[in-house]
């Protein structure tokens, strides 16, 4: 706009959309939203919240006419034969339609009172002039369907036409291939709109040539784009996959083949050939504005949401397909998955080379990486065939350490809490697959290369070792912030065990760590679901030592090592463990420690708060930086165990008592892990089952039920010990023990390092009554409420990103009443050396706290229904 007067005027007709109560529709004013602004910044600035609010709440009519007036102007620049052209059809014009309705859209969204208007006005069938009768009266635009039914009363010709909504998309959908707007002069000759695919990449060969203007324009599109499908935010989590979002359901399931596959593959190359280090701006990066890159986190996000949407069974819609997920399922050229392979990698590896930069300000993590994560994730669950390309060959090994990196980055991090979860299902989605299991088996070469902070010191194993540790790793040094992914975590190594070969003593002592930590009072007792965890780890011990015995002596010895913690497993009462909590108790007083009591009131927070509701307090679930390394109880001490006196002491005895249990026999909102699907009954699905579902997936409760407090802790009971102890899958250890403590003296006395003979004595040893069961697979399956939890997460890196005003993005959510998530304030650090900010910048941030972050195992549905956002954990905006 320029001069400041222009501004004035722009801003005295914002307020007099408020003030005038009626604007007729034929009043020129309405023009002067297409014409007097010249960019975004002018209005989002000068259009404010308040001035938005103020005119849906007290001026209705004129908030309806608004709209009608600027999509009615958007339609017709858009068949107008000359567009773009400055004279007749400006460009201008059509970005400000674009821009205004991107900056109003969400305060319609927000307000649940004007749900029903929206859906008729948006989605109801509309009936217009017929373009002989427009043209003849010269019309503007449309009038709305009240003003229409009197016309055509008065003899007035028209026509059935599609729902506003859904022309606005085909209109924004079309403007993405636009000649001289969006795409060079019209490729074939044929028309304006040309179906083509921006980059070189997937479904293209040729590049294309492009201007910083169209690629502007671009931008512009996607953004109402992503505004118009972020009705999602607006919804809670537990209602958001149910009832969908139409706006997404009408996009995905598009029937026409060369318009889905155009979209596809101009989002997906167009994010895929992007490169952020080819070139760096070392000093105050946080305030870098990189147009490119704006462009980029939109085509990426936008092809997220429409991968990831599934079709709610409610929609009339139900029936079709979701298009885009459906064809990227389709894809099979090897040059293709390169291709996604290559830019992935790219992005994905952008904070691991930061980590070794000394320039300030290279740290900031890469700005797609979540997202790109959750990309990955989506085409390895939806195309087998890329599935095969990752997991049948050594490409797999790079992105298991892509995604520990992330993991174990992330872990005490409270604001990537739903990141660190994602990479665990994702490896577990890897993990059923037999060739990820037996490729892990390679030998880890230049693991000195990784960063630091994924290193492990004088390792020399295989990517299996480095697994495990990693998962130990995870596991014990999060503070009790992802016990909810325990389960999956375990599924892991449920899944690799009856592949793995030659474990190192390393990975063998972290595994039999876990156990004595699981096997402990303090955990078992805490809750009336631990015990599962404890299961899933005996389930894998047992896959190793029926399927690959002779291949892995030093884990053998390692279990016979421990040889009385796991017989003390047999005699385990009630008893014995509470004196065993005491006994530690007594013994931390005497240290001067305080002490502590399994079954009292945890004065802790951080740990299991962190993933608890606010809404109503439940028991905390156990953690294992709770248990004792050393946890066994007195029964079954190992006096001669001198494993872990060359170890770290990862746990910490502390009370467990409040939060939910870790584990659930149903589990409504982390997906479900499948268990004892052998791989035979797996081979018995239906032909064309899909391997990951999205369908809706029940578990049934044992038959023992627990028994609470009226304070809401957990009471432990010789029935309910009774009720799982028998069944623990024992046999296969303590025959294996038995037979070889025969066969090697030495074990009464063993040292850290078994001899060779000992080695060899193990694999000639012929273990009678143990017969291999079936490998029992631990699938990955989605639920209702997990469905919520990952749109929500997804919406969470969108909003996060778009906040970031002065990276170049516009705010398009910020201020609005988000329903999915929290926003809060909170005050911001202050200035550093390497981010000199302003004093704007200094007085605060936005935290979003996201379902992804909450208590995801065995929450009580009245929480889902009362409070799926409240979380204690959260997005910090990045500085």
Same mark, same amino acid.
């Given at each position: 706009?320029?001069?400041?007067?222009?501004?004035?005027?722009?801003?005295?007709?914002?307020?007099?959309?408020?003030?005038?109560?009626?604007?007729?529709?034929?009043?020129?004013?309405?023009?002067?939203?297409?014409?007097?602004?010249?960019?975004?910044?002018?209005?989002?600035?000068?259009?404010?919240?308040?001035?938005?609010?103020?005119?849906?709440?007290?001026?209705?009519?004129?908030?309806?006419?608004?709209?009608?007036?600027?999509?009615?102007?958007?339609?017709?620049?858009?068949?107008?034969?000359?567009?773009?052209?400055?004279?007749?059809?400006?460009?201008?014009?059509?970005?400000?339609?674009?821009?205004?309705?991107?900056?109003?859209?969400?305060?319609?969204?927000?307000?649940?009172?004007?749900?029903?208007?929206?859906?008729?006005?948006?989605?109801?069938?509309?009936?217009?002039?017929?373009?002989?009768?427009?043209?003849?009266?010269?019309?503007?635009?449309?009038?709305?369907?009240?003003?229409?039914?009197?016309?055509?009363?008065?003899?007035?010709?028209?026509?059935?036409?599609?729902?506003?909504?859904?022309?606005?998309?085909?209109?924004?959908?079309?403007?993405?291939?636009?000649?001289?707007?969006?795409?060079?002069?019209?490729?074939?000759?044929?028309?304006?709109?040309?179906?083509?695919?921006?980059?070189?990449?997937?479904?293209?060969?040729?590049?294309?040539?492009?201007?910083?203007?169209?690629?502007?324009?671009?931008?512009?599109?996607?953004?109402?784009?992503?505004?118009?499908?972020?009705?999602?935010?607006?919804?809670?989590?537990?209602?958001?996959?149910?009832?969908?979002?139409?706006?997404?359901?009408?996009?995905?399931?598009?029937?026409?083949?060369?318009?889905?596959?155009?979209?596809?593959?101009?989002?997906?190359?167009?994010?895929?050939?992007?490169?952020?280090?080819?070139?760096?701006?070392?000093?105050?990066?946080?305030?870098?504005?990189?147009?490119?890159?704006?462009?980029?986190?939109?085509?990426?996000?936008?092809?997220?949401?429409?991968?990831?949407?599934?079709?709610?069974?409610?929609?009339?819609?139900?029936?079709?397909?979701?298009?885009?997920?459906?064809?990227?399922?389709?894809?099979?050229?090897?040059?293709?998955?390169?291709?996604?392979?290559?830019?992935?990698?790219?992005?994905?590896?952008?904070?691991?080379?930061?980590?070794?930069?000394?320039?300030?300000?290279?740290?900031?993590?890469?700005?797609?990486?979540?997202?790109?994560?959750?990309?990955?994730?989506?085409?390895?669950?939806?195309?087998?065939?890329?599935?095969?390309?990752?997991?049948?060959?050594?490409?797999?090994?790079?992105?298991?350490?892509?995604?520990?990196?992330?993991?174990?980055?992330?872990?005490?991090?409270?604001?990537?809490?739903?990141?660190?979860?994602?990479?665990?299902?994702?490896?577990?989605?890897?993990?059923?697959?037999?060739?990820?299991?037996?490729?892990?088996?390679?030998?880890?070469?230049?693991?000195?290369?990784?960063?630091?902070?994924?290193?492990?010191?004088?390792?020399?194993?295989?990517?299996?070792?480095?697994?495990?540790?990693?998962?130990?790793?995870?596991?014990?040094?999060?503070?009790?912030?992802?016990?909810?992914?325990?389960?999956?975590?375990?599924?892991?190594?449920?899944?690799?065990?009856?592949?793995?070969?030659?474990?190192?003593?390393?990975?063998?002592?972290?595994?039999?760590?876990?156990?004595? #930590?699981?096997? %402990? /009072?303090?955990?078992?007792? @805490?809750? !009336?679901?631990?015990?599962?965890? &404890? =299961?899933?780890?005996? +389930?894998?011990?047992?896959?190793?030592?029926?399927?690959?015995?002779?291949?892995?002596?030093?884990?053998?010895?390692?279990?016979?090592?421990?040889?009385?913690?796991?017989?003390?497993?047999?005699?385990?009462?009630?008893?014995?463990?509470?004196?065993?909590?005491?006994?530690?108790?007594?013994?931390?007083?005497?240290?001067?420690?305080?002490?502590?009591?399994?079954?009292?009131?945890?004065?802790?927070?951080?740990?299991?708060?962190?993933?608890?509701?606010?809404?109503?307090?439940?028991?905390?679930?156990?953690?294992?930086?709770?248990?004792?390394?050393?946890?066994?109880?007195?029964?079954?001490?190992?006096?001669?165990?001198?494993?872990?006196?060359?170890?770290?002491?990862?746990?910490?005895?502390?009370?467990? #008592?409040?939060? %939910? /249990?870790?584990?659930?026999? @149903?589990? !409504?909102?982390?997906?479900?892990? &499948? =268990?004892?699907?052998? +791989?035979?009954?797996?081979?018995?699905?239906?032909?064309?089952?899909?391997?990951?579902?999205?369908?809706?997936?029940?578990?049934?409760?044992?038959?023992?039920?627990?028994?609470?407090?009226?304070?809401?802790?957990?009471?432990?009971?010789?029935?309910?010990?009774?009720?799982?102890?028998?069944?623990?899958?024992?046999?296969?250890?303590?025959?294996?023990?038995?037979?070889?403590?025969?066969?090697?003296?030495?074990?009464?006395?063993?040292?850290?390092?078994?001899?060779?003979?000992?080695?060899?004595?193990?694999?000639?040893?012929?273990?009678?009554?143990?017969?291999?069961?079936?490998?029992?697979?631990?699938?990955?399956?989605?639920?209702?409420?997990?469905?919520?939890?990952?749109?929500?997460?997804?919406?969470?890196?969108?909003?996060?990103?778009?906040?970031?005003?002065?990276?170049?993005?516009?705010?398009?959510?910020?201020?609005?009443?988000?329903?999915?998530?929290?926003?809060?304030?909170?005050?911001?650090?202050?200035?550093?050396?390497?981010?000199?900010?302003?004093?704007?910048?200094?007085?605060?941030?936005?935290?979003?706290?996201?379902?992804?972050?909450?208590?995801?195992?065995?929450?009580?549905?009245?929480?889902?229904?009362?409070?799926?956002?409240?979380?204690?954990?959260?997005?910090?905006?990045?500085?």
């Amino acid at each position: 706009m320029g001069a400041s007067d222009s501004k004035l005027v722009f801003k005295k007709g914002i307020f007099r959309l408020s003030e005038d109560k009626v604007i007729p529709a034929d009043d020129p004013y309405w023009a002067s939203f297409w014409e007097l602004p010249e960019s975004t910044e002018d209005i989002f600035s000068l259009f404010s919240p308040a001035d938005i609010r103020r005119t849906r709440d007290t001026a209705p009519e004129n908030f309806e006419t608004l709209i009608l007036a600027i999509t009615s102007r958007l339609f017709i620049l858009r068949h107008h034969p000359s567009f773009p052209d400055a004279e007749f059809a400006p460009e201008r014009d059509a970005l400000n339609c674009i821009r205004v309705l991107t900056r109003v859209l969400p305060y319609l969204y927000e307000a649940d009172n004007l749900q029903e208007w929206e859906d008729r006005f948006f989605w109801g069938v509309r009936r217009k002039r017929t373009r002989k009768a427009a043209l003849a009266r010269d019309i503007l635009f449309d009038e709305s369907q009240e003003e229409l039914a009197k016309l055509e009363a008065a003899g007035e010709e028209f026509e059935e036409v599609k729902p506003l909504a859904e022309e606005l998309i085909d209109t924004l959908i079309d403007m993405l291939f636009f000649a001289e707007f969006t795409l060079p002069k019209s490729l074939n000759g044929k028309g304006k709109v040309t179906y083509a695919i921006w980059q070189s990449g997937v479904g293209c060969n040729v590049p294309m040539s492009t201007t910083k203007e169209f690629e502007s324009n671009r931008t512009e599109i996607l953004r109402l784009l992503l505004t118009l499908t972020s009705r999602s935010m607006y919804m809670s989590a537990n209602l958001l996959p149910v009832q969908g979002v139409k706006a997404i359901t009408y996009i995905v399931t598009c029937p026409d083949k060369q318009v889905v596959l155009s979209v596809l593959c101009s989002l997906l190359n167009t994010t895929l050939k992007y490169n952020p280090a080819s070139w760096r701006v070392p000093y105050n990066v946080q305030a870098f504005k990189d147009p490119k890159q704006i462009l980029v986190t939109y085509c990426l996000q936008l092809l997220l949401v429409m991968l990831l949407y599934p079709i709610p069974e409610s929609d009339p819609a139900h029936l079709k397909k979701n298009y885009f997920r459906h064809f990227l399922g389709r894809l099979h050229r090897p040059q293709d998955f390169q291709f996604i392979v290559d830019g992935m990698t790219r992005i994905l590896n952008q904070p691991l080379l930061a980590t070794t930069s000394y320039i300030p300000g290279s740290q900031a993590y890469a700005k797609c990486s979540s997202e790109m994560i959750m990309l990955f994730w989506e085409i390895t669950q939806c195309n087998k065939r890329f599935r095969s390309f990752i997991i049948d060959t050594d490409r797999s090994h790079d992105f298991v350490v892509l995604i520990l990196f992330y993991a174990l980055e992330y872990k005490l991090d409270a604001s990537k809490q739903g990141i660190v979860r994602m990479c665990v299902f994702l490896l577990q989605t890897m993990s059923v697959e037999p060739n990820f299991g037996k490729n892990l088996n390679k030998k880890f070469e230049a693991q000195e290369t990784l960063p630091q902070s994924i290193r492990l010191q004088s390792f020399n194993g295989t990517y299996a070792d480095y697994l495990i540790h990693s998962i130990f790793n995870i596991i014990t040094r999060s503070q009790g912030k992802l016990t909810a992914i325990y389960p999956a975590l375990l599924a892991v190594i449920n899944n690799i065990a009856a592949h793995l070969q030659n474990l190192s003593a390393a990975a063998s002592s972290k595994l039999l760590q876990l156990f004595t #930590s699981m096997s %402990s /009072p303090s955990f078992l007792l @805490v809750n !009336d679901t631990n015990h599962d965890l &404890l =299961r899933s780890l005996l +389930e894998s011990f047992n896959a190793i030592i029926e399927h690959q015995y002779i291949k892995n002596p030093t884990f053998i010895y390692t279990i016979v090592r421990n040889q009385n913690k796991i017989e003390a497993l047999r005699t385990f009462t009630l008893e014995s463990g509470q004196e065993e909590i005491e006994r530690r108790n007594r013994h931390r007083k005497e240290r001067g420690q305080e002490p502590t009591d399994v079954l009292s009131s945890d004065s802790r927070r951080g740990s299991a708060d962190s993933i608890r509701s606010p809404i109503t307090s439940h028991p905390r679930a156990p953690l294992l930086s709770d248990v004792p390394e050393d946890g066994t109880f007195a029964v079954g001490d190992d006096d001669d165990d001198s494993d872990n006196e060359h170890q770290p002491k990862p746990f910490e005895t502390t009370s467990a #008592s409040r939060a %939910s /249990p870790v584990s659930s026999s @149903v589990d !409504d909102a982390v997906p479900t892990q &499948l =268990r004892g699907m052998s +791989e035979k009954a797996r081979g018995k699905m239906p032909a064309g089952a899909p391997t990951f579902s999205r369908q809706n997936s029940v578990t049934s409760l044992g038959s023992y039920t627990a028994s609470y407090s009226p304070t809401g802790a957990f009471e432990p009971s010789s029935d309910w010990i009774e009720s799982w102890l028998s069944e623990l899958p024992l046999h296969t250890i303590l025959t294996l023990m038995e037979h070889l403590t025969s066969v090697l003296p030495s074990v009464a006395a063993p040292t850290d390092t078994p001899s060779p003979s000992t080695l060899q004595t193990i694999q000639n040893s012929q273990i009678v009554a143990i017969d291999p069961s079936a490998i029992r697979i631990q699938y990955f399956k989605w639920s209702p409420l997990s469905l919520g939890w990952y749109e929500s997460l997804l919406w969470g890196f969108i909003f996060t990103s778009e906040m970031q005003v002065a990276k170049g993005t516009v705010g398009v959510w910020n201020g609005t009443s988000i329903k999915l998530f929290r926003v809060e304030t909170v005050a911001a650090s202050g200035p550093t050396l390497s981010s000199p900010r302003g004093a704007v910048d200094a007085v605060g941030s936005n935290i979003v706290s996201r379902i992804g972050n909450m208590n995801l195992r065995g929450t009580p549905a009245g929480d889902v229904q009362s409070g799926v956002a409240s979380t204690g954990t959260s997005l910090r905006n990045p500085t």
